[in-house]
């Protein structure tokens, strides 16, 4: 989509600092870290966000979650970390490109604020 943030990002109209790219997913560093590993994972294909994701958006949803498995282990912190998709503005979703957050290297509360 021309104008969504992230869809910049891939097309390197916006600069970030990426960490990850095959052919299916795009990773960089969040722009405001909530912890010392904290990097989002995108899908290079614009979908809004997991509700409005369908069953051909499956094989890049998993492939998300392993590249998040295969950074943590590149960042050694595979003691504990968390993959995580904000969905809807009330859940703190503020980017309509479906996105996961690999957040750790420090503790991690449970449940989540
Ligand atoms: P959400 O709140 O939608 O789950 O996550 C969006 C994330 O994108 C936030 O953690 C925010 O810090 C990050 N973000 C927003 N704009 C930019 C940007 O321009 N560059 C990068 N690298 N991250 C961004
Ligand atoms: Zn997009």
Redesign the pocket.
Known sequence: MSDC?FCR?IRGE?P??KVYEDDYTFA???????APT?I?IVPKKHIRGLKEAVAEDADVIGRSQLVAAHLARERSIEDGYRT???VGPR??????HL?L?LIGGRSLHWPPG
Do not use: Y
Request: charged share 10%; glycine share 4%.
């Open positions: 943030l990002i916006i970030s600092r960089f560093e969040d722009i405001n870290p909530q904290h989002l995580v998709v904000n859940a703190g979703q503020s980017v309509f996105h957050h």
